[in-house]
């Protein structure tokens, strides 16, 4: 099994079905008219544990065997898939030990530990990260799920996807966050194979741009010290979603941290949801022209609500 | 036609249907822990206009035939029911013409604006209003569209209780904001009509408690100064909405300033939505304990998202 099918992420939305929220689809008078275009945000940001690596994270635990499970599960991430897997793994009734860099947001943490998950910290590098997980999985047995560069967790990422082509049929384009690009990735397979013609385009951060710079070359190259407000952004794009990218999506707009940060306000005052900078990333892209839609119907996927309210991006 | 009755309301939602949002009921596994409660969020923070308002508006302007609409309408209002009915108007292409207080949020004012209606500012008394108001319809010949206390807007408003109760069937008890008391006797009337044993209890802040004061006493009475941050909800019970308040609504919890602002900030964090004081008192009167509903299923109505980001409750 080395590709992500249509196939696949339906039997995981099977999986999941009943545990996650079939998230809302919101529209605005006023955001159409401000981007000239018809807009329908799929609301992750009111997604299970308030993002949608809830859907990722449940079908890679609902998909393990009682042996596999039995010495838990671990993984690293800045975190949205750290809270996602201590909830899925609550839920299952088996430990979950996450990998965070010290640098994670605090309601980040308290998420985790709210779930129940257990937290080790390290340096905030792609290196530490991994050694560290490597390390964690070595010492307890657990199974490492990988916060995106994992074909459970891109299928059941995928889902959001089919939902939102189910309830509006006819869109022309899909945008949504890319970080490491499980999210995009899976959106891509989904959207492409029940709507050949939809276009599939990626937001993605100035400072944090290696999925665009290695699209552009070819090569998957990471960005050196990635930095942005939108911190759940800054994963170096995988070695699993790369070539889906290079197959499946039609472009990436990047976008500075100012306009990140307005996107985030002008949804909390126009569309009345909390989204976080990371999750605000597709509609930055839309709202700059950085991805072009004028006239057409967009797709806009909201991808996390767990925004520090004492980092708000518009209080500096 | 003295009476609203869950046929007209029915009607209504003929008439409107497809110019509104059909809003999304939001639920949260950690909001239900900390209530103890099963709750349903009936979001008309993300209706047209960010309030239910647009329900009742939509429903009063499109109810007028073409000579009474000739002269356009007004009303008075401290923003959300004046915002609804420029927009209203707007979509009919009729003027609108709003009476505020001077002391209404400057985002009211601009949302106002931005719908094209015109506002005549007066003192933030009952009397003023109503004096500025009757003083607007003999220059115009507008139709006086009342906030609440007007069977068109009760009609429309009732609406949001019947697609609350379509989506959810199995209801313990429904609880919504009362300031005039036109969402709340709608509500009384549409969920009883369609689930005779649903209990229906409305949530009032402190410094605004004539309805449940009158409801005590059995007298209508105003209070002297209402004040609260709950500014949308500082109107005085109306004489159409107060009987039926008396015949079908089982009670009414207050809550102090303090547990609205905090209402607010944990629906805001949680939820992951953007609720103004006024919509959030349903919630607070839960929160706090004020309606007793351990161990039930209950429906709330977030009435309203129209928060001033410059006078967001905690930032004191």
Redesign the interface.
């Known amino acids: 099994m080395s590709e992500v099918t249509l196939e696949l992420i339906r039997q995981a939305h099977e999986r999941i079905r009943g545990r996650i ?1 079939r998230t ?1 689809v ?2 605005s ?2 955001l159409d008219e401000l981007s000239g275009s018809a807009l329908f945000f799929k609301c992750e ?2 997604q ?1 544990t ?1 993002s949608f690596k809830a859907r990722g994270a449940a079908n890679a635990v609902r998909s393990l065997s009682e042996g596999e499970a039995a010495h838990g599960v671990a993984t690293h991430s800045s975190g949205n898939h750290a809270a996602a897997l201590s909830w899925a793994a609550s839920e299952r009734g088996i430990p979950a030990t996450v990998v965070m860099p010290r640098t994670a947001s605090p309601n980040k943490i308290a998420s985790v530990e ?1 779930y129940g998950g257990r937290i080790v910290f390290c340096e905030p590098t792609h290196r530490a990260r991994e050694e560290a997980a490597a390390r964690v999985v070595g010492e307890t047995g657990a199974v490492l799920i990988h916060p995106y560069n994992d074909l459970r967790i891109i299928a059941g990422q995928g889902t959001a996807a089919v939902e939102l082509l189910d309830e509006v049929p006819d869109l022309d384009i899909i945008v949504c966050p890319v970080g490491g690009g499980g999210l995009l990735a899976r959106t891509a397979i989904a959207a492409k194979a029940i709507r050949p013609q939809v276009r599939i385009f990626g937001g993605e951060p100035e400072g944090a741009a290696d999925a665009s710079q290695s699209l552009a070359s070819g090569v998957r190259r990471p960005v050196e010290r990635p930095s942005s407000i939108a911190d759940g952004l800054l994963a170096f794009v995988g070695d699993l979603t790369f070539p889906v990218m290079q197959r499946l999506v039609d472009g990436i707009g990047t976008v500075p941290d100012e306009a990140i940060g307005a996107a985030a ?1 002008r949804l ?2 126009v ?5 976080e900078p990371s999750g605000a990333v597709g509609y930055a892209a839309v709202a700059e022209g950085s991805v072009a839609c004028r006239g057409m119907r967009v797709g806009i996927i909201l991808s996390g ?1 767990n925004l520090d ?1 004492g980092r708000v991006p ?1 209080a500096k």
């Open positions: 929220h809302p919101l529209t008078g006023r940001n009111f299970k308030g709210r306000r909390l005052e569309l009345k949801v909390v989204v609500g309210l518009w």
